[in-house]
C-alpha cells in the first residue's frame, strides 16, 4: 500500500494556486477529504531518501494507474442502469448545487469582510466606551430564496467519491485534492450522459412510437415533431458505451475529453439537423395542440404516467438543444481542472473546440430558419417614400424593431411648449441597415430614410427635466439621400434608451469593461432564474450562467456578458443575484481566460503528433 501511495503522489502532485476556490459542490466535497493534506502520507514533499519506494515508483499518471486493478464491468454498468433521475432533474440538480455553493461562497466573504475590529483588540480597553460605541451591523443583504434541491429517494445523484468501490479502494487517501475534483468533473460528464440517454429512451418509447399517437398524427407532422431523434439517441447510445469502457479501465478515470473530441468531430453533426428544426417543431407542436383535440388530449394522458415525473412533452423535445450546450459546459469544467500545458489540457482544449463549432452552428441553423420567414414578412410591410432598398439577404437579420418619439422643429422654449413636439416614428435595425418609417394604416411602414449601420453615431443628453427625459440623438452620417441626418429621439424608459444606444452603436463604450479587455475583476452576476430572451437584443439565460456586467439602467435591466461564449445582450436584473466576492469574480475570469486562451506553438505542435500518430495507426 505504501508503494502505491508513493506512485500516486510522485504522479499526481503539481503545483496549485492558492487562489483557487471552489465552483461547485463536487469542489466542496473534494477539499474536505479526509488525509487528502495529511503531511505523513508518502511522496507529499518527500524525497527519494525519506521515501525509499519513490525511487522506483513511476513517474507518470498513466504509468500509476497500471498499477490500480479496473472495476468489473458490470460494477460500471449497474451504476449506469440505476441512475434514476431523468435528464430534466439531473441538470437542474446540478445547476442548483452550483448556485447553491457560490452563494455561501459569498456569504462566508461578507461575514469575514464585517468582523468587528473591536473583537481583535487588546485587553483591558475601557468596557464602557465598548458598550457606548458598539461597532454597528452590517448591512442586511437581501434574503436570497432558499433553492430545495430534488430529494427523490429512489434516485442516485452520487459523487465519485462516494461509489463503494472507490471509498473500499483507498485511493482517496492518496489522490491531490485537485485531481479529486478533476475525476469528478469526468465522473459527471459520464453519468449526466446516461441521465441523458435515459430521458430520450423515454421520449422514444413512450412518446414517438405510441401507437394511438402514430395514429393521431400525419407522418409529416411526426417527422416534424419527432425529426431525427433516433439518429441522436443512437450517437448518444455509442458515446455512452464508449465513456463506460474507458471507466471500466481504471476506478480512476485517465481521461474521458479524447472521446468527447472524437464524437464532436465525428458524429455530433445529427444535432445541427436536429436542432436547425426546433422552430418548426415548436410551430408545429403548438398547432396540434389547437387544432386536434385528440392530440391534446393524448398526450396529457401520456405525461400523467409516472415515468415522465410530471414532465411534459416539450422538456424532452428540446433535450437535444440543452445537451449539446451542456456538455460543452462540462468539458469547460474539466478544462479548469487538468494540469496546464499537459496532454489532457490539449486534449480537453480539442474538445472543447469541436463542441464550440458544433453549438455554433445549431445556433445558426436554428437562425437561419426563423429569419428567412421574419424578413420576407417585413419586406412585404414596407412601402418606400425614397428610393427602395432590398431588405431580403442571406446575410441580414433582425436586430431590433420598435417605435420611438422624434423631436419635431428646433429645440426652442417655444417649441417645448408646443403640443405637438414629438411624432412617433418607426426603427427597423438590421446588422447592417437601419431603416426609420412610419406607420400608416394596414399594418404597413412607409420608409423615409435609411443608413448602413456602420454609419450611425449615437449620443445621450444629459439630464435636461421631464420633458427630455431619456432623449438621445441619432446620426446618419450618410443617409438615403448621401447626406448627413440628425434626429432626436425619446423612448419610453431608460432602459429602452440605453436599449437602443447599444444596438444602434454597437463599438460605444460602456460603463463598465468587457470579457476581452482581461481585467481579473469586473461586476458580475449569476443567473438564479431561467430566462427566454422576448427582443432580438435580449440574452437568453440558463440557471447557473455567469455573466460580466457591461451597463446597468436604474429601471431593473442589465446589459452583460455570458462567460461561457461572449454572447451579449439584455435581460431583467431580477432573474439574477450579483457575485460579491472579488476572489471568486477573478477566478471566474481566470478560468474563462484559459478556456478561451489562443492556440499556442507547443500545443499545436502535440495535436499534430496525435494526428499523426492517430494516421499510423490506421
Known amino acids: 500500500m505504501e508503494l502505491l501511495a508513493a506512485a500516486f503522489s510522485a504522479a499526481c502532485a503539481v503545483d496549485h494556486d492558492s487562489s483557487t476556490s471552489e465552483s461547485d459542490a463536487r469542489d466542496s466535497a473534494a477539499g474536505h477529504l479526509p488525509g487528502s493534506e495529511s503531511s505523513s502520507t508518502p511522496g507529499n514533499g518527500a524525497t527519494p531518501e525519506e521515501c525509499p519506494a519513490l525511487a522506483d515508483s513511476p513517474t507518470t499518471l498513466t504509468e500509476a494507474l497500471q498499477m490500480i486493478h479496473p472495476i ?35 456569504a462566508e466573504i461578507q461575514t ?36 430545495c434541491l430534488l430529494s427523490n429517494p429512489h434516485s442516485r445523484f452520487n459523487l465519485w467519491q462516494d461509489l463503494p468501490e472507490i471509498q473500499s479502494s ?33 421520449l422514444v418509447s413512450h412518446f414517438m412510437e405510441n401507437e394511438r399517437l402514430k395514429k393521431t398524427l400525419h407522418p409529416s407532422e411526426a417527422h416534424i415533431l419527432f425529426s431525427n431523434v433516433l439518429d441522436v439517441m443512437a450517437v448518444s447510445e455509442r458515446f455512452l458505451l464508449e465513456l463506460e469502457r474507458r471507466m471500466e479501465e481504471n476506478i480512476v478515470i485517465s ?17 445541427i439537423t436536429y436542432v436547425s428544426n426546433q422552430t418548426y417543431q415548436e410551430r408545429t407542436y403548438k398547432q396540434l395542440l389547437q387544432e386536434k383535440a385528440a392530440f391534446r388530449e393524448l398526450i396529457a394522458q401520456l ?20 445537451r449539446i450546450t451542456r456538455l460543452k459546459l462540462l468539458v469547460q469544467n474539466i478544462l479548469k481542472r487538468v494540469e496546464e500545458r499537459s496532454e489532457r489540457e490539449c486534449t480537453a482544449l480539442d474538445a472543447h473546440k469541436e463542441l464550440e463549432m458544433v453549438v455554433k452552428a445549431c445556433n445558426e441553423g436554428v437562425r437561419k430558419m426563423s429569419r428567412t420567414e421574419q424578413m420576407i414578412s417585413i419586406q412585404k410591410k414596407m412601402e418606400f417614400k425614397i428610393k427602395s432598398v432590398p431588405i431580403i439577404s442571406h446575410s441580414r437579420w433582425l436586430l431590433k424593431q420598435g417605435e420611438l418619439r422624434q423631436m419635431a422643429g428646433p429645440k426652442t422654449s417655444r417649441t417645448l411648449r408646443t403640443k405637438k413636439l414629438f411624432r412617433e416614428i418607426y426603427l427597423f435595425l438590421f446588422n447592417d441597415l437601419l431603416v426609420i418609417c412610419r406607420q400608416i394604416p394596414g399594418d404597413k411602414y412607409q420608409v423615409f ?91 437568453t439565460l440558463e440557471l447557473a450562467d455567469i455573466l460580466n456586467i457591461l451597463e446597468k439602467t436604474e429601471d431593473g435591466w442589465i446589459f452583460g456578458e455570458r462567460l461561457h461564449d461572449q454572447e451579449r445582450g439584455w435581460f431583467p ?46
Open 72 to 106: 468489473p464491468a458490470d460494477s460500471w454498468r449497474n451504476l449506469i442502469e440505476q441512475i434514476g433521475l431523468l435528464y430534466q432533474e439531473y441538470r437542474d440538480k446540478s445547476t442548483l448545487q452550483e448556485i447553491e455553493t457560490r452563494r455561501q461562497q459569498d
Open 112 to 147: 469575514n469582510a464585517h468582523v468587528s475590529p473591536a473583537s481583535e483588540e487588546t485587553p483591558g480597553e475601557d468596557e464602557d466606551e465598548e458598550e457606548e460605541d458598539e461597532p454597528a451591523s452590517p448591512p442586511e443583504r437581501k434574503a436570497l430564496p432558499q433553492i
Open 170 to 202: 483507498g485511493v482517496l487517501e492518496i489522490l491531490q485534492p485537485e485531481e479529486i475534483k478533476l475525476q469528478e468533473a469526468m465522473f459527471e460528464l459520464v453519468t449526466s450522459e446516461a441521465s441523458y440517454y435515459k430521458s430520450l429512451s423515454l
Open 255 to 271: 481521461d474521458v475529453c479524447d472521446i468527447v473530441y472524437h464524437y464532436a468531430a465525428n458524429h455530433f453533426s445529427v444535432y
Open 303 to 322: 405525461e400523467l404516467d409516472p415515468k415522465c415525473r410530471g414532465l411534459p412533452l416539450s422538456s424532452f423535445l428540446i433535450l437535444p438543444f440543452q
Open 449 to 539: 430614410d435609411s443608413a448602413p449601420r456602420g454609419l450611425l453615431r449615437v449620443e445621450e443628453l444629459e439630464d435636461q427635466g421631464q420633458t427630455l427625459a431619456n432623449v438621445f440623438i441619432l446620426r446618419l452620417l450618410e443617409n438615403a439621400d448621401d447626406r448627413e441626418a440628425t434626429y432626436m429621439l425619446k423612448a419610453t424608459s431608460q432602459s429602452e434608451m440605453k436599449r437602443w444606444m447599444t444596438s444602434l452603436a454597437p463599438n460605444r463604450r460602456t460603463k463598465f469593461v468587457s470579457f476581452t479587455s482581461r481585467l481579473l475583476d469586473c461586476p458580475q452576476v449569476q443567473c438564479v432564474h431561467p430566462y427566454v430572451a422576448q427582443q432580438p437584443d435580449e440574452l
Open 573 to 618: 436584473s431580477s432573474m439574477t443575484e450579483e457575485i460579491l466576492n472579488p476572489k471568486i469574480r477573478s477566478q471566474n475570469l481566470k478560468e474563462c481566460f484559459r478556456v478561451h486562451k489562443m492556440d499556442d506553438p507547443q500545443r499545436s505542435q502535440n495535436k499534430d503528433r496525435r494526428k499523426l500518430g492517430s494516421r499510423n495507426r490506421q
